[in-house]
């Protein structure tokens, strides 16, 4: 059957709107109509090349939509579910087994490959290949194929939260809120800071405001994102720009420092700061991506005072219990993800994606009607 992708056909070139062809679906793939996709930074990455993937290739990993069709062995989801699209895992390996698909040992391949683990692709344009698979879905277009393991049902959806609003469940805000309740774990009165107030650091507020941290610090320069910030749960603000020593500042609020901290930015200067701002121990978790080899320098007294940097990776949550529960944290007025979000036309991709890139918007949401 036809569909309406975003294509690149090179690496820092834009996206054009083509027509491409889906073929027969494997046994554990399902085809979904796309309601809604969110675009996150990792996107932005491999649109420029960052992340290589081979031309031409089709993005978006924060899918959600109605399904359309499954393949023969599918039985988790059928014609009509409303599903999120997450990432995709192989669910036979050590980590799989062990309830940490984010790491699972296949993750490149299913993710990062665009193509199937047969070498196949699930898009052709005049019967040439089309790179998807993307994060196990390619979900910037009006079809996207998925795998069974990554195609999460949407519990009853609340009344008041369209089913377009709910990709970014699927990677950012999963990432996010994933690391504070999965990898961090706080205990309530447990302080934190946030660097970075996008789409995965804004998430990280809003679960540790259901956590029950005190106090919950974000940093950043956008002078939109940190009222933005305090309206999700943050209890203080920082502008970095704004403050003559952000180590001062973050000291004048925690006193003795935080228990916890989270880098979305993944650049030296913020991981050294997020680290300083630690109480002893403490414990940083690094998400930022800048490019696939980083090298930064920390100052080693950090770990010999106790402190643990550590990273993460979908906030090494499994999609299909932390999506539901997050849905459900909704529902309860806790944790309102939907106000980092604006709709885009797909049509207007360009300009979506120009929007993360300038921070003007916090998580667009490409609307495929
Ligand atoms: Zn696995
Ligand atoms: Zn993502």
């Known amino acids: 059957m036809k569909a309406t992708v975003a294509l690149w056909k090179e690496p820092g070139g834009p996206a054009s709107l083509e027509p491409v062809e889906i073929g027969a679906l494997a046994a554990r793939e399902v085809l979904v109509r796309m309601s809604g996709g969110g675009i996150c930074r990792t996107d932005l990455a491999a649109a420029a090349g960052i992340v290589p993937l081979p031309v031409p290739f089709v993005l978006g990993h924060e899918g959600a939509g109605v399904v359309e069709a ?18 995709d895992s192989c669910g036979d390996c050590v980590q799989c087994a062990a309830n940490h698909p984010a790491f699972c040992e296949l993750f490149p391949a299913l993710n990062y490959s665009g193509t199937r683990l047969d070498g196949s692709t699930t898009l052709t344009q005049d019967d040439l290949p089309v790179h998807g698979s993307w994060l196990g879905q390619s979900s910037f277009g009006t079809y996207a194929v998925a795998g069974v393991r990554n195609t999460v049902k949407v519990p009853t959806r609340p009344a008041g939260l369209p089913l377009e609003f709910l990709g970014p469940l699927g990677c950012g805000v999963l990432a996010g809120a994933g690391t504070v309740f999965n990898v961090l774990r706080p205990q ?35 002078p939109r994102r940190r009222p933005l910030a305090q309206e999700v749960g943050a209890t203080h603000t920082i502008d970095p ?13 925690a006193g003795a420092g935080v228990d916890f901290a989270v880098d979305t930015v993944g650049s030296g200067a913020v991981v050294r700061h997020a680290l300083m701002s630690l109480r002893m121990p403490g414990v940083c978790a690094t998400l ?15 770990l010999q005072m106790g402190r643990t940097l550590t990273g993460g990776l979908e906030g090494d949550a499994d999609p299909h219990t932390l999506i539901p529960h997050l849905i459900d944290l909704w529902r309860q007025g806790r944790f309102p993800f939907d106000q980092l979000i604006t709709r885009f036309p797909f049509p207007r991709i360009e300009d979506a994606l120009e929007a993360v890139r300038s921070g003007k918007a916090v998580k667009p949401v490409l609307v495929f009607d």
Request: glycine letters at 18%; hydrophobic letters at 45%; aromatic letters at 2%.
């Open 70 to 87: 499954v393949g023969a062995a599918v039985d988790t989801v059928e014609v009509g579910d409303e599903v999120i699209l997450s990432f």
């Open 188 to 222: 309530p009165g447990q302080g934190i800071a946030v660097f970075g107030l996008g789409g995965v650091g804004l998430s990280a507020v809003m679960a540790a405001t259901v956590a029950g941290c005190h106090p919950i610090i974000g940093i950043d320069p956008h």
């Open 241 to 253: 720009g704004g403050v003559d020593d952000i180590d001062r500042a973050i000291a004048h609020i």
């Open 288 to 302: 930022g991506l800048q490019a696939m080899k980083n090298d930064i320098t920390i100052d080693q007294g950090h």
